[in-house]
């Protein structure tokens, strides 16, 4: 069982807006610690997708936006295409573990 | 450009020991603040954070695995090692090792392909 909590799938359709929550706890995300998000495409590496809560890396396009409040955050996708089709994965540090944490995975399916 | 390779056997007995090497380019394990780290992945399942080393030469681990893990680095050859002892079925997964930057959040950016690792029951 992961530290951090996501929804295993979520779907919508093509132009759509989504989200995939991402819940913690007060020695992680709730105790400051940045969220950092990951795509995986089926059969490859995790990229990184958001990371310090809401920055997006150069190349990623703006469809995609990253919050964070309390003990939980949030990655949000807008104007949905079939290419968003995809696993993504939350991070973030624990301070009681020393080190980082992930959530479960969401598998987003483009309807 | 930072690009990183995971190496190792693709099949370990049960009780046997794993050695994965991560060979990297692009970055010094020597410069302040820069870490490599190891995630795996079972075949269908979430990522799993396993262990970092740090251009100090601190290491981390996860504590569910610590007593299994030692992780190296070998600055001048850029590499990394990760042993994981006792290995079982349970260990199945795809290993990854990635760049972490320790005064920019720590975040996992860029990852190796990963490579496969079975262990059979």
């Known amino acids: 069982q992961s530290v951090l909590t996501q929804p295993p799938s979520v779907s919508g359709a093509p132009g759509q807006r989504v989200t995939i929550s991402c819940t913690g706890s007060n020695s992680n995300i709730g105790a400051g610690y940045d969220v950092h998000w990951y795509q995986q495409l089926p059969g490859t590496a995790p990229k990184l997708l958001i990371f310090?809560?809401?920055n997006r890396p150069s190349g990623v396009p703006d469809r995609f936006s990253g919050s964070k409040s309390g003990t939980s955050a949030s990655l949000a996708i807008t104007g949905l295409q079939a290419e968003d089709e995809a696993d993504y994965h939350c991070q973030s540090y624990d301070s009681g573990l020393s080190g980082s944490v992930f959530g479960g995975g969401t598998k987003l399916t483009v309807l | 450009q930072i690009t990183l390779k995971e190496s190792g056997p693709t099949l370990v007995k049960p009780t046997q020991t794993l050695t994965l090497t991560c060979t990297f380019s692009g970055f010094s394990l020597r410069k302040s603040g820069v870490g490599v780290g190891w995630v795996r992945q079972p075949p269908g399942k979430a990522l799993e954070w396993l262990a970092v080393v740090y251009w100090d030469d601190t290491e981390r681990y996860s504590p569910s695995l610590k007593s299994r893990l030692t992780i190296t680095k070998d600055t001048s050859k850029y590499q990394v090692v990760l042993t994981m002892t006792n290995m079982d079925s349970v260990d199945t997964a795809t290993y990854f090792c990635?760049?972490?930057?320790?005064?920019?959040?720590?975040?996992?950016?860029?990852w190796g392909q990963g490579t496969l690792v079975t262990v059979p029951s």
């Open positions: 310090g809560n809401n």
């Open positions: 990635a760049h972490q930057q320790l005064d920019g959040g720590n975040w996992f950016d860029p």
